[in-house]
T-cell receptor, first 115, second 117 residues
Framework: DARVTQTPRHKVTEMGQEVTMRCQPILGHNTVFWYRQTMMQGLELLAYFRNRAPLDDSGMPKDRFSAEMPDATLATLKIQPSEPRDSAVYFC?????????????FGDGTRLSIL | AQKVTQAQTEISVVEKEDVTLDCVYETRDTTYYLFWYKQPPSGELVFLIRRNSFDEQNEISGRYSWNFQKSTSSFNFTITASQVVDSAVYFCALSVWSGAGSYQLTFGKGTKLSVIP
C-alpha cells in the first residue's frame, strides 16, 4: 500500500533551535496538509497545498513557522526559532483536491519535543 | 464554521461488548463528507470510513457499523463484539469545500476507547 512518509519520527531539541520536518506524499496526490496534535487542542490544521501551491496557512504562527513544497515529492514544515509550546505531534496528510469522496491519508507523524 | 463534537472523552468496555461512539457535526454546507479515523497507541492515524452528505445509507464492515442521520446531524460508529485490539482513540471528522481550492477536514476531539480483556 502507498503511504505518506514523514521524517524524522522523533525530534528532541532545545528551545531556539531550527526544526525541519519532512513529508513525502503519496505519489499522484495533489494536496498536502500539515496538522498539529496536542492534548489541549486536539488535531489542528496548520497549512495545506494544492499542486504545490500554498492555499491556506492561516492556522500557522507566521512569525516562526513556514511550510513549503519544493517539489511534488517533498513538503517541509520549519520552525525557527522553536519554543517549548511547539512540542506536539505533527502529521502530514495527502489526498486529492477534487476527489470529493477520497480520504486524506496520514503519515505516522513527527513527535517533537522542545526543551 | 464547521464543528465536530465527540461528547464521549473516554469509554471503557469489557471485551466482546458492543460499543457506540457518538459524533455530532455542524455545518451550513449542503455538500460535505464525514470520516472516522482510528489512532492506536502507536500513534498513526488510520482511515476507517467516509460518507457523503447525500448518502444516508448505513454501512456495515465486519464488526464495524456506521449510522448516519442527517436529521440529527449525527454519524455514530458502533463496534460489535469489541476486542482488545480495538483500543484506540477514534476521531470523527467533517470535510467541506474550503473555497480556497480543497476540502478541509475538521476533527472532533476524539474518544478514547479502552477494551478490557
Amino acid at each position: 500500500d502507498a503511504r505518506v512518509t514523514q521524517t524524522p519520527r522523533h525530534k528532541v531539541t532545545e528551545m531556539g533551535q531550527e526544526v525541519t520536518m519532512r513529508c513525502q506524499p503519496i505519489l499522484g496526490h495533489n494536496t498536502v496538509f500539515w496538522y498539529r496534535q496536542t492534548m489541549m487542542q486536539g488535531l489542528e490544521l496548520l497549512a495545506y497545498f494544492r499542486n504545490r501551491a500554498p492555499l491556506d496557512d492561516s492556522g500557522m504562527p507566521k512569525d516562526r513557522f513556514s511550510a513549503e513544497m519544493p517539489d511534488a515529492t517533498l513538503a517541509t514544515l520549519k520552525i525557527q526559532p522553536s519554543e517549548p509550546r511547539d512540542s506536539a505531534v505533527y502529521f502530514c496528510a495527502s489526498g486529492f483536491a477534487f476527489g470529493t469522496n477520497q480520504p486524506q491519508h496520514f503519515g505516522d507523524g513527527t513527535r517533537l519535543s522542545i526543551l | 464554521a464547521q464543528k465536530v463534537t465527540q461528547a464521549q472523552t473516554e469509554i471503557s468496555v469489557v471485551e466482546k461488548e458492543d460499543v457506540t461512539l457518538d459524533c455530532v457535526y455542524e455545518t451550513r454546507d449542503t455538500t460535505y463528507y464525514l470520516f472516522w479515523y482510528k489512532q492506536p497507541p502507536s500513534g498513526e492515524l488510520v482511515f476507517l470510513i467516509r460518507r457523503n452528505s447525500f448518502d444516508e445509507q448505513n454501512e456495515i464492515s465486519g464488526r464495524y457499523s456506521w449510522n448516519f442521520q442527517k436529521s440529527t446531524s449525527s454519524f455514530n460508529f458502533t463496534i460489535t463484539a469489541s476486542q482488545v485490539v480495538d483500543s484506540a482513540v477514534y476521531f470523527c471528522a467533517l470535510s467541506v469545500w474550503s473555497g480556497a481550492g480543497s476540502y478541509q477536514l475538521t476533527f472532533g476531539k476524539g474518544t478514547k476507547l479502552s477494551v478490557i480483556p
